[in-house]
């Protein structure tokens, strides 16, 4: 306990100094804004700004990139609410009772307790980060390269049976990406791998090139095909004070979805969208006032909102204490890492005091920010909202195109992106969901070191997979995972909450 | 039976991609393009970890696929006739320009792949339903053409000029107003800001 507290000391000597409170603050303010804006989400914009990253310390780009990731869950419910538009995924079921709430002239209210509740989830969140951190990585630091591969098999299995849609595509994406990963020279030989002599491909595929040719450029190309996406606000926003009987009736809601949230978070291929759609069901099912629902339920708004934040915090977590990415975002929080030289891993709280512990206070005093931000500020970002689409997609396409440029002052990378964009249309159109592939992408290499340590240390000989107690129990775990979802009720159930 | 087109697709093109990984892989009665050593399972070479993802990947694709003829019914967007022929078409003036650019000793850097892309993309765009995919790539293609010889500004400026175009409720008004302020706007964070090395003006004729 006191160790914690001394951590914690430290870690606020970190982020309270001036350069990393502003990046803190200009992280907070950008997630805020793309995820008002609908149409732009935290994985285009993280790797939109990773080669801007290279220039900062370490702990400075992380505390912003994260900043973005949570913000972004904040500014999502905005326009949720205001717009009956999702502007993040992870705010689709803040739509249901949020928008009805403004249609009752409660849009102020509905405002306030998302950005309460959020910001309510996000502190206990962060003070189980904090908590849990160091004793998760004195677990992980006794796993073997042959626990190591089960959990990242773990990983990538899981990840697939929660991504949306088919689950079988879903594996077959995730093993798309490792395949993807392979590309570049081989670690242990040297040999080119699938490069065709292209001496820029020797490093591989382009992180960045992949998420923004998939996420950005893609995206931009679906939503202009479907101009009636777009809507346009109407109503007022009215007072933010929530009254006394709103106030009471959200509390249980908000405790519900941190906790929910919390978990979620963790879970490999979960995060913040999951968190919501989970606190969503909960409460239309436990909440007392569940036949309000579909009229303006409070509790709709209170429980989702806090569970994706409380997720967006949480799912730092295997990332800090095992260097395992569980979503998309985090597995551009990787790529910023190793782009900095820092290898992700257990041993990442030790070597990296001030990234650990600065990265954790930088979130609450982040939350803490972005409560600011949205409260009071909530009219600029109204403003923010009548910004006409056919504005901002050319200007995320330039951001895009110098962006990847920069990242090695090569052209090459720019056509990389373009390949990825038409890529990343055609899995939309096939509806290939294209996160597991990412992930798979990011976890690949890594898996195909550990494979080959093992059996090099187990003499060719697989059995050391189900030996070694952990990996036993983690194989059996991802065996479970899939056998449970081959019976149709939970798969149904998995569908039902999925589904807009 | 109801088919699922999307499954069919998706499966034919894992299969497909799966199956030209093992072919460049190599090791299988000594075809392959890059012929990587397998090794053993104690020493697995650089070929062993190919192998068992593509092999994976074939399966679940021949899954898919398979699933897939019951699975449905799940169409496709309709096509027309006119989608058709400018698919067809920009696939073959990109390979018609890339073929010339190479006869005329374009083929060591990327303005052959740049101006490829670029022509084909164009083409594509004929069709109102392309249009969106085809000048929103293509925007990006010019962009990676102009930025080294002719530098950031003009590059911004092209990019922009070609995706707006995408979107009907452009007006050439809105278009200047939007191209100059991100030119300033760009100059202002990448060039003063973080003073990433690229050429603001036209290089070649200096």
Not at chain 1, 49 to 73: D, H, K, S, V, W
Not at chain 1, 114 to 120: E, H, Q, T
Not at chain 1, 233 to 249: D, I, N
Not at chain 2, 120 to 137: F, H, K
Request: glycine share 12%.
């Amino acid at each position: 306990m006191e160790l914690l507290l001394a951590n914690l000391a430290h870690g606020f000597g970190v982020a309270l100094t001036l350069d990393n409170l502003l990046f803190a603050l200009l992280g907070a303010l950008i997630g805020t804004a793309i995820g008002v804006l609908p149409g732009i989400g935290p994985v285009a914009t993280i790797s939109l700004l990773l080669p801007i990253t290279f220039g900062q310390p370490a702990t400075t780009a992380i505390i912003m990139l994260a900043g973005i990731y949570y913000g972004a869950q904040y500014g999502g419910s905005t326009t949720a609410i205001l717009l009956n538009l999702p502007g993040e995924v992870s705010s689709v079921v803040t739509t249901l009772e949020g928008y009805k709430m403004a249609r009752n002239g409660r849009a102020g209210a509905a405002l306030t307790i998302a950005a309460v509740g959020s910001f309510f989830a996000g502190s206990v969140a962060t003070v189980l980060v904090a908590a849990s951190g160091p004793a998760l990585t004195q677990v992980a630091l006794s796993f073997g390269p042959a626990d190591y591969f089960s959990l990242m098999l773990l990983g990538l299995i899981i990840s697939a049976v929660l991504a949306q849609g088919s689950i079988l595509k879903s594996i077959a994406m995730v093993v798309l990406g490792v395949a993807l990963g392979l590309v570049g020279t081989d670690v242990q030989t040297g040999q080119q791998r699938f490069t065709f002599g292209v001496p820029e491909l020797s490093d591989g595929l382009g992180f960045v090139s992949i998420a923004m040719g998939i996420f950005g450029i893609g995206e931009i190309i679906l939503n202009l095909e479907r101009p009636e996406a777009r809507s346009v606000m109407s109503g007022k926003v009215g007072s933010l004070m929530l009254t006394g009987a709103e106030f009471r009736r959200s509390i249980p809601s908000v405790l519900r979805g941190t906790v929910v949230g919390s978990v979620l978070g963790i879970l490999p291929g979960g995060g913040a969208s999951l968190a919501a759609f989970g606190s969503y069901m909960m409460e239309r099912k436990l909440s007392k006032y569940r036949h309000e629902f579909g009229n303006g339920a409070i509790e709709g708004v209170a429980g989702p909102e806090s569970a994706n934040n409380a997720a967006a915090q949480t799912s730092f977590i295997p990332l800090l204490t095992l260097g395992i990415p569980a979503n998309a975002v985090m597995a551009l929080m990787v790529g910023a890492l190793i782009i900095q030289g820092i290898q992700p891993g257990p041993r990442m709280v030790e070597a990296q005091p001030d990234l650990f512990w600065g990265l954790i206070c930088s979130m609450w005093i982040g939350n803490l920010m972005l409560l600011v931000i949205n409260l009071p500020l909530i009219g600029m970002w109204v403003k923010l909202l009548q910004v006409p689409y056919k504005y901002l997609y050319p200007s995320i396409l330039v951001f895009c195109a110098i962006g990847v440029y920069s990242l090695n002052n090569s052209v090459f990378d720019v056509y990389q992106t373009l390949f990825f964009g038409i890529l990343g249309y055609i899995f939309s159109k096939l509806r290939m969901e294209a996160a597991p592939l990412l992930i798979g992408f990011v976890l690949g290499p890594m898996m195909e070191e550990h494979l080959r340590r093992a059996m090099l240390l187990s003499r060719g000989d697989p059995i050391v997979f189900v030996e070694r107690p952990i990996s036993a129990t983690l194989l059996a775990l991802g065996a479970i995972v899939l056998a449970a979802m081959l019976l149709p009720g939970l798969r149904a159930g998995k569908d039902k909450a999925l589904a807009e | 039976m109801k088919i699922s087109a999307k499954d069919l697709w998706a499966g034919g093109l894992l299969v497909f991609l799966a199956v030209l990984g093992l072919y460049i892989n190599g090791g299988f009665l000594g075809l392959g393009l890059e012929q990587h050593t397998l090794g053993t399972a104690r020493r697995m070479g650089p070929g062993y970890m190919p192998m068992l993802v593509f092999w994976i990947q074939f399966g679940l694709g021949a899954i898919v696929f398979l699933v897939g003829l019951t699975g449905g019914p799940d169409p496709l967007e309709r096509w027309t006739k006119l989608d058709l022929t400018t698919l067809a078409a920009s696939v073959i003036v990109g390979v018609v320009i890339w073929r010339v650019m190479e006869a005329a000793g374009y083929n060591n850097n990327y303005i052959q792949v740049g101006g490829a892309c670029l022509v084909a993309l164009l083409v594509l765009a004929i069709s109102p339903a392309w249009r969106p995919l085809g000048l929103t790539l293509a925007s990006f293609a010019v962009f990676g053409l102009a930025l080294e010889p002719l530098g950031l500004i003009l590059a911004i400026v092209f990019l922009c000029i070609l995706s707006a175009l995408a979107d009907r409720e452009h007006n050439p008004i809105s278009i200047a107003g939007m191209t100059v302020f991100l030119c300033v706007l760009c100059w202002f964070v990448f060039i003063k800001e973080l003073d990433i090395r690229v050429p603001l003006w036209p290089t070649i004729f200096g």
